[in-house]
């Protein structure tokens, strides 16, 4: 198995900025590709964000194109996502998700809570 543990999350204003992590452990050779997820409340959760498990071919959902920003450092098996220029629309429970398969996210974190004021 594969396990996630997101932080970082916390209360900021617009404008502002946020790094979240994800550290992963156990099986991780199984990992091919890494994702963030946003549940706005009273939404569906929703694709933020993409890299493979390598740290290459960032992909990014239209509305935190610029903004967000992906990366891995494998060192320390730890992915991360730079929310630059926030908004009170991004506000969500982001969650880390690891996909081993080819079609969908096999393995999901806790979640970590962002809120942005305006």
């Known amino acids: 198995q594969v396990q996630l543990v997101e932080s970082g999350g916390g209360l900021v204003q617009a404008g502002g900025s946020l790094r979240l992590s994800c550290a992963v452990s156990?099986?991780?050779?199984?990992?091919?590709?890494m994702g963030w997820f946003g549940q706005a409340p009273g939404k569906a959760r929703e694709f933020v964000a993409s890299?493979?498990?390598?740290?290459?071919?960032?992909v990014y959902a239209d509305p935190v194109k610029g903004r967000f920003t992906i990366f891995r450092d494998n060192a320390k098996n730890t992915v991360y996502l730079q929310m630059n220029s926030l908004k009170p629309e991004d506000t969500a429970v982001y969650y880390c998700?690891?996909?081993?398969?080819?079609?969908?996210?096999?393995?999901w974190g806790q979640g970590t809570q962002v809120t942005v004021s305006s």
């Open positions: 998700a690891a996909r081993m398969g080819i079609d969908r996210y096999d393995a």
């Open positions: 156990g099986r991780t050779f199984t990992i091919n590709r």
């Open positions: 890299i493979s498990w390598s740290g290459n071919s960032p």
